[in-house]
């Protein structure tokens, strides 16, 4: 009686272990395609902080330059989703938007008939 409880102890515990959940993770700035579809060149640098939040990279030796990352880690697994946007300010006012992996922002309609 006594080794049949032992045992199923032993069984009982190791199959417990196996058992672990990892959550998936999430970091860094989620930016959306409505949002990306309102950014804009000649945008001041208070205009992109209301609009997209404070980027989450803020380098003090470049601050004409900010970066918006994200990442996404399933369980496990390594990183299976990486977004990296990148926006280059000149005296304040938005000169180029580098978008890597964010969704692209829609062309603006032509006016031409």
Known sequence: MRKILISSLIFAALTLTAC??????QQGNVIDKKELDQLKT???????KFLLGTPIIQDPFHQDRWDYVYTLREGDNSVIE????TLF????????IDNRGYPNPKKPASTSP
């Open 82 to 85: 990486k977004r990296r946007l």
């Open 20 to 25: 672990v959940y990892v959550a998936d993770v």
């Open 89 to 96: 300010f000149k005296a304040d006012v938005l000169r180029q």
């Open 42 to 48: 000649g945008m001041t640098k208070k205009q992109v």
